[in-house]
């Protein structure tokens, strides 16, 4: 289901790119997170790669994907994946706007012990659109600062599994996120560009989750054809 729904999306957003000269930028990434609820956190680094699609109309497509594989079992440990899709186009002297759609999911051992309940695992499922504005300065020549923020309002599914009556709790509801970045980007050559800059993600949840809480220092290395 989700991948025929990214695949929609794709195909709905191709016409329109492919009006002008495209252009496609492969990119590998890292990011070293920390991540934190009520329940659970962990840090740990998640490798990932995607792809940028872009034409000379300044409209862009791109897709991202990112998984680490810690033990969620191991209380410390988190296991966290995330897929986006984003479009966005520039509106000039730096600026862009762009919105897309984003599938997340976080499972983490418990911290805590209910008084009630013994919760050994929370799951955290989250997808939804979000809107963002984007800013780049230049720099050097061959260096920049971008800088972004976006909101996004996500439906979620909370699941925790409990060991005392061997069945899961299950929240289905809501949440609002926000996303802060902050990156130097850096032409090496003219088709190589790294960047390296910091992440900041909030999810706020209506239950006794409370929030989600991710920051990020990553790194990523572009191809561009």
């Given at each position: 289901m989700m991948s025929i729904r990214l695949l929609l999306i794709v195909s709905a957003l191709w016409a329109?790119?492919?009006?002008?000269?495209?252009?496609?930028?492969?990119?590998?990434s890292f990011e070293s997170q920390d991540y934190e609820t009520d329940f659970t956190s962990?840090?740990?680094?998640?490798?990932?790669?995607?792809?940028?699609?872009?034409?000379?109309?300044?409209?862009?497509?791109?897709?991202?994907?990112f998984r680490n594989n810690g033990d969620s079992e191991v209380v410390g440990e988190v296991t966290r994946e995330e897929t986006t899709l984003t479009v966005g186009t520039?509106?000039?002297?730096?600026?862009?706007?762009?919105?897309?759609?984003?599938?997340?999911?976080?499972?983490?051992?418990?911290?805590?012990?209910?008084?009630?309940?013994?919760?050994?695992?929370?799951?955290?499922?989250?997808?939804?659109?979000?809107?963002?504005l984007?800013?780049?300065?230049?720099?050097s020549e061959a260096g920049s600062l971008s800088f972004a923020g976006a909101i996004s309002p996500m439906d979620a599914r909370i699941s925790q599994e409990v060991d005392q009556i061997g069945?899961?709790?299950?929240?289905?509801?809501?949440?609002?996120?926000?996303?802060?970045?902050?990156?130097?980007?850096?032409s090496i050559t003219?088709?190589?560009?790294?960047?390296?800059?910091?992440?900041?993600?909030?999810?706020?949840?209506?239950?006794?989750?409370?929030?989600e809480t991710i920051t990020a220092l990553f790194g990523k290395l572009a191809y561009r054809f």
């Open positions: 329109p790119l492919s009006q002008a000269q495209v252009f496609f930028s492969p990119k590998v962990g840090s740990y680094v998640a490798p990932g790669g995607g792809i940028t699609v872009y034409n000379s109309d300044g409209l862009f497509l791109d897709a991202e994907f520039s509106l000039g002297n730096g600026f862009s706007v762009f919105g897309g759609y984003k599938i997340a999911r976080s499972l983490g051992a418990n911290e805590l012990t209910s008084a009630d309940l013994n919760i050994k695992e929370i799951e955290i499922d989250t997808e939804g659109v979000f809107l963002g984007s800013k780049s300065t230049p720099i069945t899961e709790l299950v929240t289905e509801g809501s949440a609002v996120g926000i996303s802060l970045s902050a990156a130097y980007n850096y003219k088709s190589w560009v790294s960047s390296v800059g910091y992440k900041f993600q909030k999810f706020s949840y209506g239950t006794d989750i409370g929030d």
